[in-house]
């Protein structure tokens, strides 16, 4: 059996690009176990610390599903091991349902920051991240294989998103200074990492439909020569 190195590259880039929020989420939780000397953190607000639950919920499910994930767009382990893709695809909805329920809690609950576009950012997330959970088990309960994968690609994109935001964000910061955090910048960061993410899914999926079109036509014209 030949190694296709091809097929672990989109997936070891997810990998990769899900170890900044896991980086981020593990100095929360350090600034958490240090008390009210994290809370002068923003990264560790003082409201964490009267309700702590939801936050490493939050945590702990993200980081699982941004470790986890990559495996599932990894072909030839789904070929080979069907039933390993189906029990970690259960683990990674749970995951997702954990990190984005508890999203929706604590942008409701928490004292707000970021203004407007944050908080309709942070709901516009959750329910592309949800939305495209129900989708796309609803599409493998009904055997629609190609449709199942679309949407958890999306759901997917929605999870990475933070991760996006942070890539662009914090060399910003280090370039222009903590003066260009405002509301509006907050807003608008949340907004663009969940936008790119989705342009370039749904890009991906449009090239790829091309390309097995493509393939199609070539073996039907063959065939027919």
Not at 102 to 120: D, E, I, R
Not at 163 to 173: C, D, E, K, N, S
Request: aromatic letters at 12%; proline letters at 4%; a positive charge.
């Amino acid at each position: 059996m030949r190694f296709n190195c091809r097929a672990y590259v989109a997936p070891a880039l997810l990998f990769l690009l899900g170890t900044i929020t896991v980086a981020f989420g593990a100095l929360q939780m350090s600034l958490l176990q240090q008390g009210d000397v994290g809370a002068q953190s923003e990264m560790a607000s003082a409201h964490y610390f009267s309700m702590p639950i939801p936050i490493i919920v939050h945590i702990i499910a993200g980081s699982l599903f941004n470790l986890l994930v990559p495996l599932q767009f990894v072909a030839p382990l789904r070929a080979r091991f069907p039933r390993v893709h189906r029990y970690l695809g259960g683990c990674l909805a749970l995951c997702a349902l954990a990190f984005g329920l508890s999203a929706l809690w604590m942008n409701g609950v928490y004292p707000q920051y970021g203004g407007a576009a944050k908080f309709w950012g942070i709901i516009a997330h959750c329910c592309v991240l949800l939305g495209s959970l129900a989708l796309a088990l609803m599409a493998i309960r009904k055997k629609q294989v190609a449709r199942h994968r679309a949407w958890m690609m999306r759901m997917t994109a929605a999870a990475l998103s933070p991760a996006t935001q942070r890539l662009f964000f914090i060399p910003a910061v280090v370039v222009f200074g903590e003066n260009i955090v405002t509301d509006v910048v907050i807003g608008g960061v949340i907004w663009f990492g969940l936008i790119v993410n989705l342009v370039f899914v749904e890009w991906w999926l449009f090239r790829s439909a091309a390309t097995e079109q493509k393939l199609y036509r070539g073996t039907i014209a063959s065939e027919l020569s």
